[in-house]
Nanobody, 116 residues
Framework: QVQLVESGGGLAQPGGSLRLSCAASGFTFSNYAMSWARQAPGKGLEWISGIYSDGSDTYYRDSVKGRFTISRDNAKNTLYLQMNSLKPEDTALYLC?????????WGQGTQVTVSS
């Protein structure tokens, strides 16, 4: 079955950086677009970034454009999200999603908290 295991979250100061990873198994990773979504306390799920199966195209939500970078290593079945210039409003549970958007299978998420 599909398994997505996120890691790399934690506490960061405003302006800081974190790198999230998502280890995928149970499906042919290189055949699927992948996405990152997040859910802040009291808010709905928000699609923040996506990447095509071969990495040839990406999507970023306006609020993270220029600060976050999505990437993947198909040889390692791993998805990444490099997050720079973090803001308090980036505080959320970050989830890896199979597919383009938020309709696919999610992982359990990794918590990111941005606070001084």
């Amino acid at each position: 079955q599909v398994q997505l295991v996120e890691s790399g979250g934690g506490l960061a100061q405003p302006g800081g950086s974190l790198r999230l990873s998502c280890a995928a198994s149970g499906f042919t990773f290189s055949n699927y677009a992948m996405s990152w979504a997040r859910q802040a306390p009291g808010k709905g799920l928000e699609w923040i970034s996506g990447i095509y199966s071969d990495g040839s195209d990406t999507y970023y939500r306006d609020s993270v454009k220029g600060r976050f970078t999505i990437s993947r290593d198909n040889a390692k079945n791993t998805l990444y999200l490099q997050m720079n210039s973090l803001k308090p409003e980036d505080t959320a549970l970050y989830l890896c999603v199979q597919g383009w958007g938020t309709a696919g299978t999610w992982g359990q998420g990794t918590q990111v908290t941005v606070s001084s």
